[in-house]
């Protein structure tokens, strides 16, 4: 009976689904609006935590700035999007995949146009 308990409060609760979906749901329009983007400059509709629905802190105004962000900005935001950590001191590929991943997650084409 403990262990049904238990299981009980690791559930999510309604509560919490209902954050999530709507997290899912701003992030998938602003994927859809940020892939209609033409130029760097354009502004990037902003992302959610999908597990909080909070903003991301930092978020980018465009894909200009996004380049910009030095590696601590860019893992910073990739976490707050529930993306993999590759690790505060990772060599170049691996900064260079989590760049491309993170650009994806966005809405944005893997390479700048």
Same mark, same amino acid.
């Given at each position: 009976?403990?262990?049904?308990?238990?299981?009980? $409060?690791?559930? !999510?609760?309604?509560?919490? &689904?209902?954050q999530?979906?709507?997290?899912?749901?701003?992030?998938?329009? %602003?994927?859809?609006?940020?892939?209609? &983007?033409?130029? $760097?400059? $354009?502004?990037?509709? !902003?992302?959610?935590? =999908?597990?909080?629905? %909070? !903003?991301v802190?930092? /978020?980018?105004?465009?894909?200009?700035? &996004?380049? #910009?962000?030095?590696? !601590?900005?860019?893992? %910073?935001?990739?976490?707050? &999007? %529930?993306?993999? $950590? =590759? #690790?505060?001191?990772?060599?170049?590929?691996?900064?260079?995949?989590? /760049?491309?991943?993170?650009?994806?997650?966005? #809405?944005?084409?893997?390479?700048?146009?």
């Amino acid at each position: 009976m403990r262990s049904e308990l238990e299981q009980l $409060d690791l559930q !999510p609760t309604f509560a919490q &689904l209902q954050q999530q979906l709507t997290a899912f749901n701003h992030n998938m329009t %602003a994927c859809i609006v940020n892939a209609s &983007l033409r130029n $760097d400059t $354009d502004e990037l509709a !902003p992302l959610v935590n =999908p597990q909080t629905n %909070a !903003p991301v802190m930092n /978020f980018p105004v465009n894909s200009a700035a &996004l380049s #910009g962000l030095s590696w !601590p900005q860019k893992r %910073a935001i990739g976490i707050s &999007l %529930a993306m993999n $950590d =590759p #690790g505060v001191n990772p060599n170049a590929a691996a900064k260079s995949t989590f /760049f491309t991943q993170l650009r994806v997650k966005i #809405g944005l084409r893997p390479r700048p146009a």
